[in-house]
Structures are given as structure tokens and as C-alpha cells.
């Protein structure tokens, strides 16, 4: 079985400020790990995914994050918020065998941008 | 412009009736989700299928919910009969899964239930 915790329920940023929404996960398996954005009354869009490979995995809109595996962590970055960026963030993990498509989410995190 | 296609987008419904929501997927996908987001439990995976067959519904509510893929366009999720405590927004996502196995989901708007 495999969880996701999403330490912080919301997040407050000044326009222009860094921010990182932090993500952990467990599993017993190999993983591969995704952050969606949601936008109020939308759907879930793909920001990144981390499959395999470059530990530093880059996204739309500027969003980067990185996969730690010994931390057990994929936690998100941007160096500069905009108005825009406001949304609720999940992150989510799934296992890498095939077979194992299915996405377990974390509780989302809320980013609300402060002009 | 490939979506997945969710209908209705809203739906209130009186408690004991049947609701129906369908979703279209991507043209190619082979990989369909359902899913429900509530504030309490946040995006809980209900059913998947791959090539129509389904593969795991024990997030599914047996007694009540029944998801089925009756062709590669079409998914359906039902309720009979509803309760209030099913009023959630039920999200489909649909995916392509291969040899070269990659599991993004794309999701649908949504389908927000209220049931009274």
C-alpha cells in the first residue's frame, strides 16, 4: 500500500516570493511520483512527473520539483509566484509495476497568493 | 484539443433516485478512473478499468455503485439509490498504458452532485 502526506494544508505567498509545497510518500514498491494542480470548479491538470531518470524534473508554468528517495520527498518549487498560481496543489504517487496504474493522492495544498 | 469529456457537469438529485454520470475518454486511452473529491476525504479512487475490464472497484460502495465501460467511448458511473452523503464532484481520468508504460491521467471537469 502506498500513501501520500502533504505536510501543509495551506500556504500563503507574497506575488514575486519562492515557495515549496512539501510532499511525502511511502511504498514498499518503486514509484513514480506526480504533482496536478486544481483550479476552482476544474478538473486535475498534470504539472510534472517524475518516471525515472533526472532526479530534477521541470513542469508548465515554472514549476520545478525533486525526488528525493532516501527522504522519501518530492516536494514542489517556484522561484517566482504569480496571481495565476493560485490553485490547490495534490501530489500523488503510483506504483511502477505494471499493472499498478492507479494514483493515490494526497490531501491537497491550498496556495494563495497575496498581491 | 484531446479532454475527457464529463457529463453533466452538475446534477441535483433527490435522495432514493438513480443518477447516471458519463465520461468520454481520450480517443486511444485504454486506461479509465473514477474518482470522488470531498472536502472530508479528500480524491478517493472509486473504479478502474484497462481495455474495458475492470481491474479494481474497492473504493466503490457495492450496495449502491456500479461503474461499467459498455464500448472504448464510454464510461458510467450509478448510483441507485442516492443518498446525501454521495454529494461529492466525481471525477473520470483516462490514461495510456503500454509496453512503455506511462500512467498520466488526464481528468475530466468533473461531475458535482448534490443530492437533497
Known amino acids: 500500500a502506498q500513501s501520500v502526506t502533504q505536510l501543509d494544508s495551506q500556504v500563503p505567498v507574497f506575488e514575486e516570493a519562492p515557495v515549496e509545497l512539501r510532499c511525502n510518500y511511502s511504498?514498499?514498491?518503486?514509484?513514480?511520483l506526480f504533482w496536478y494542480v486544481q483550479y476552482p470548479n476544474q478538473g486535475l491538470q498534470l504539472l510534472l512527473k517524475y518516471l525515472s531518470g533526472s532526479t530534477l524534473v521541470k513542469g508548465i508554468n515554472g514549476f520545478e520539483a525533486e525526488f528525493n528517495k532516501s527522504q522519501t520527498s518530492f516536494h514542489l518549487r517556484k522561484p517566482s509566484v504569480h496571481i495565476s498560481d493560485t490553485a490547490e496543489y495534490f501530489c500523488?504517487?503510483?506504483?511502477?509495476?505494471?499493472?499498478?496504474?492507479?494514483?493515490?493522492f494526497g490531501t491537497g495544498t491550498r496556495l494563495t497568493i497575496i498581491p | 484539443d484531446a479532454r475527457v469529456t464529463q457529463t453533466p457537469r452538475d446534477k441535483v438529485t433527490e435522495m432514493g433516485q438513480e443518477v447516471t454520470m458519463r465520461c468520454q475518454p481520450i480517443l486511444g486511452h485504454n486506461t479509465v478512473f473514477w474518482y470522488r473529491q470531498t472536502m472530508m476525504q479528500g480524491l478517493e479512487l472509486l473504479a478502474y478499468f484497462r481495455n474495458r475490464a475492470p481491474l479494481d472497484d474497492s473504493g466503490m460502495p457495492k450496495d449502491r455503485f456500479s461503474a461499467e465501460m459498455p464500448d472504448a467511448t464510454l464510461a458510467t458511473l450509478k448510483i441507485q439509490p442516492s443518498e446525501p452523503r454521495d454529494s461529492a464532484v466525481y471525477f473520470c481520468?483516462?490514461?495510456?498504458?503500454?509496453?512503455?508504460?506511462?500512467?498520466?491521467?488526464?481528468f475530466g471537469q468533473g461531475t458535482r452532485l448534490t443530492v437533497v
Open positions: 511504498s514498499s514498491v518503486s514509484v513514480y
Open positions: 500523488a504517487v503510483s506504483d511502477s509495476g505494471f499493472g499498478n496504474e492507479k494514483l493515490t
Open positions: 481520468a483516462s490514461g495510456k498504458t503500454g509496453q512503455l508504460r506511462n500512467t498520466e491521467a488526464f
